[in-house]
C-alpha cells in the first residue's frame, strides 16, 4: 500500500478558470486535485548579518519589545569640507556646534525625547567597502563629543524645527562641544587644502542613543540639511559677526548603521546558537535579525501521482500579532531558497511576468500570500533543490520591523499552509 504522508484531497470541483493558465491550456483542466493539508515544517533563526551602507537613511535609536526583546542602531558618518582650501581667521570665539540630521520621516517604536553621545571615529573609513550591521567601528570612547552630556533632546519627526525664526526641515540637532569647532579650526593648514587629507585626519562621526525605550529613528544623512555647522565670530574684525563653517555630510561620505539585539529573557533566548520550533508560531525581524524557514518534507510524494502538472501553489503564512497598530509587521516579506550553490535565491516565481508571487501584508486578512507555482512545479522536476522556503524581511536595512507568524501547527484554525491544485 502507497501512503502519501501529509496528503489530504480536499475538493474536486472546477477551479477558477485563470488557475494554471500559465503552465497549461485552459481547456486541459479536468482530473485536478486540490489539498491543503501538505506537511510544513516552520523553525526560526537568526538572519545573516546585513550591509548597511549607501543606503537610502541610517538607523539611530533603541526599542524594547516584549517579544523580540532589545534593539540598538547606532550610526556612523564622515563629515566632509565643504569647500577646498579653507582658511579660518586667526583670532576667533567658536559660539557653537551643531550635529544636525533630517528625519527620513520613519520609526519603529515610540519617538520620546532621547538623549544622545557622540565620539571620534579612530579608523580608516573607506567607500569601496562594505559595512555590515555587525561591523563595530573604532572610536574614541574617552571624550563624548556632546556639550552637554546626557541632554535630552526632542524627536518630531513631522515638525518644523524652527532655528532663529527660520523654518527648517524635521530634524534633530544635536549641540557639540565647542572645544570639537576649536579644534577643526586650529588644524594644521594643510589638513584643509581637499577632502582628501580631511578624512586621513578626522575620520568621522560615532552618534548612538542612550535612551532605551525609545524609537529606532530613520534619518537621510544626504540631505543638504544633515551637516556638522561650526558658529563662530571673526575677532578680527571691529564689529564681529557670527559667521559660520559647515562640515557636509552627502553622498560620497562613508555612512552606515550597527545593529545590536538582545534577546535574552524573551521566548527568543538562545536562537543565536540554535534554531527556535515553529510548530506554533514563528518570526521574522528586519535589520538583521529573524528569518524563518518552511520546509515541506513529504513534497515529493505527489510524483507517486505520476506525471502531475501543479496548477496553482499558494503559500499563505497567517500573522498572529496582537496589536499591530503599536507593532506594524513588515509591507512585505520576501521568499528565497538556496541554490545548487548553496547561495540565497529568489524563487521563479519572483521574476516571471506571468503571475506576481505577492508577498505583502494584507491587513484586512491578516496575513502574507504568495504564488510559488512555478518553485513547488521545479522542485517536483528536480530543476531546483527542495533546500525549504527562508522567509526574509524587505527594506531590512533601513527598518527595525518584526512580525509573528502562524506556525503549521498552529492551535487556532488559521494555520501556516500550502494551498494546491494541481492535475495528472
Given at each position: 500500500?502507497?501512503?502519501?504522508?501529509?496528503?489530504?484531497?480536499?475538493?474536486?470541483?472546477?477551479?477558477?478558470?485563470?488557475?494554471?493558465?500559465?503552465?497549461?491550456?485552459?481547456?486541459?483542466?479536468?482530473?485536478?486535485?486540490?489539498?491543503?493539508?501538505?506537511?510544513?515544517?516552520?523553525?526560526?533563526?537568526?538572519?545573516?548579518?546585513?550591509?548597511?551602507?549607501e543606503l537610502t537613511s541610517i538607523m539611530l535609536g533603541n526599542y524594547t519589545d516584549p517579544i523580540f526583546g532589545k534593539t540598538r542602531a547606532s550610526a556612523v558618518a564622515q563629515i566632509k569640507l565643504s569647500s577646498s582650501?579653507?582658511?579660518?581667521?586667526?583670532?576667533?570665539?567658536?559660539?557653537?556646534?551643531?550635529?544636525s540630521m533630517v528625519y527620513s520621516g520613519q520609526f519603529y517604536g515610540r519617538p520620546v525625547p532621547q538623549a544622545f553621545q557622540v565620539f571620534k571615529v579612530t579608523e580608516d573609513l573607506y567607500t569601496d567597502t562594505s559595512y555590515f550591521t555587525n561591523y563595530r567601528v573604532q572610536i574614541d570612547e574617552t571624550k563624548d563629543l556632546v556639550a552637554s552630556q546626557g541632554a535630552i533632546q526632542e524627536i518630531s519627526i513631522n515638525d518644523f524645527s524652527i532655528v532663529d525664526g527660520?523654518?527648517?526641515?524635521?530634524?534633530?540637532?544635536?549641540?557639540?562641544?565647542?572645544?570639537?569647532?576649536?579644534?577643526?579650526?586650529?588644524?594644521?593648514p594643510s589638513v584643509l587644502v581637499d577632502n582628501i587629507v580631511f578624512i586621513?585626519?578626522?575620520?568621522?562621526?560615532?552618534?548612538?542613543?542612550?535612551t532605551e525605550q525609545g524609537a529606532v529613528v530613520n534619518y537621510d544623512l544626504v540631505d543638504s540639511d544633515s551637516k556638522l555647522t561650526i558658529f563662530y565670530r571673526d575677532l578680527d574684525d571691529e564689529t564681529p559677526d557670527t559667521l559660520s563653517y559647515?562640515?557636509?555630510?552627502?553622498?560620497?561620505?562613508?555612512?552606515?548603521?550597527?545593529?545590536?539585539?538582545?534577546?535574552?529573557?524573551?521566548?527568543?533566548?538562545?536562537?543565536?546558537?540554535?534554531?527556535?520550533?515553529?510548530t506554533e508560531l514563528n518570526y521574522v525581524q528586519s535589520a538583521a535579525g529573524i528569518k524563518t524557514i518552511i520546509q515541506f518534507p513529504f513534497l515529493e510524494d505527489y510524483k507517486s501521482f505520476g506525471n502531475i502538472t501543479i496548477n496553482k501553489a499558494e503559500l499563505i503564512i497567517p500573522v498572529v500579532d496582537a496589536d499591530i497598530s503599536r507593532y506594524s509587521p513588515q509591507s512585505l516579506l520576501f521568499l528565497l531558497y538556496k541554490n545548487e550553490n548553496g547561495d540565497n535565491a529568489l524563487l521563479p516565481?519572483?521574476?516571471?511576468?506571468?503571475?506576481?508571487?505577492?508577498g505583502n501584508f494584507d491587513e484586512s486578512s491578516m496575513f502574507y500570500k504568495y504564488n510559488?507555482?512555478?518553485?513547488?512545479?521545479?522542485?517536483?522536476?528536480?530543476?531546483?533543490?527542495?533546500?525549504?522556503?527562508?522567509?526574509?524581511?524587505?527594506?531590512?536595512?533601513?527598518?527595525?520591523?518584526?512580525?509573528?507568524?502562524?506556525?503549521?501547527?498552529s492551535t487556532s484554525d488559521n494555520k501556516m499552509r500550502l494551498e494546491l491544485t494541481f492535475s495528472e
Open positions: 500500500m502507497t501512503v502519501f504522508v501529509g496528503i489530504l484531497f480536499v475538493g474536486c470541483e472546477k477551479p477558477e478558470n485563470s488557475i494554471g493558465l500559465e503552465l497549461q491550456p485552459g481547456d486541459d483542466l479536468l482530473g485536478y486535485f486540490v489539498s491543503d493539508t501538505t506537511t510544513l515544517r516552520a523553525s526560526s533563526l537568526k538572519e545573516d548579518s546585513l550591509r548597511t551602507d582650501n579653507v582658511v579660518f581667521p586667526e583670532i576667533f570665539e567658536v559660539d557653537s556646534v551643531v550635529l527660520d523654518s527648517l526641515q524635521p530634524q534633530v540637532r544635536i549641540p557639540l562641544d565647542i572645544d570639537l569647532g576649536n579644534e577643526l579650526m586650529t588644524a594644521d586621513e585626519y578626522f575620520k568621522g562621526l560615532y552618534i548612538r542613543s542612550l559647515v562640515f557636509n555630510i552627502n553622498s560620497d561620505c562613508v555612512r552606515f548603521t550597527q545593529i545590536e539585539h538582545d534577546y535574552s529573557a524573551t521566548v527568543l533566548s538562545g536562537i543565536e546558537n540554535a534554531e527556535v520550533d515553529g516565481d519572483q521574476n516571471t511576468g506571468s503571475h506576481s508571487i505577492g510559488i507555482t512555478r518553485y513547488v512545479q521545479q522542485v517536483l522536476a528536480g530543476e531546483i533543490p527542495d533546500t525549504g522556503i527562508y522567509v526574509v524581511s524587505n527594506s531590512a536595512g533601513v527598518t527595525v520591523n518584526r512580525v509573528v507568524l502562524a506556525g503549521p501547527g
